[in-house]
């Protein structure tokens, strides 16, 4: 049979960000109602952000958010009092334009750092219908 690759993965997470920008939660809703255009991908909903209060003395709280997309979906968690931040952008689609994701991630929420690792998703995905 053969097997073609399903899509991407990219997760980022960011360290010394804006303390203003990690805690607004119109930042956080601009970052996940752009990001789908920026990429051409479709939006299934309008972004839905939440804000915790935190848990523990590992989570300060902050924001989180999510939207899907017809390619599959893009989150956010944010932790102002860290200068935190940690983003996921999935999608079936390959080809995704890492740099553009990295530098919009970096520049809406101030990083002087950025983590990324990359993830090709469903490998062994079947090429054609198997049912």
């Keep these: 049979m053969e097997t073609i690759q399903f899509g991407e993965h990219v997760t980022l997470d960011g ?14 809703l601009e970052f996940l109602d752009s990001l789908p255009g920026m990429l051409d991908m479709k ?6 952000v939440f804000h915790s209060d935190g848990n523990d003395t590992k989570d300060p709280g902050g924001w989180t958010g999510i939207v899907v997309i017809e390619e599959s979906h893009i ?25 553009l994701i990295i530098s919009y991630f970096k520049d809406m929420f101030g990083f ?9 998703r469903g490998t062994q995905y079947p090429a054609q219908d198997i049912y």
């Design 15 to 28: 360290y010394s960000g804006d303390l203003d920008a990690l805690n607004s939660k119109e930042k956080v």
């Design 43 to 48: 939006k299934l909903s309008e972004p839905i």
């Design 75 to 99: 989150s956010i968690h944010t932790f102002a009092k860290r200068g935190f931040a940690s983003a996921d952008v999935y999608t079936c689609k390959n080809g995704m334009d890492n740099d």
């Design 112 to 120: 002087k750092e950025i983590e990324t690792n990359f993830l090709r």
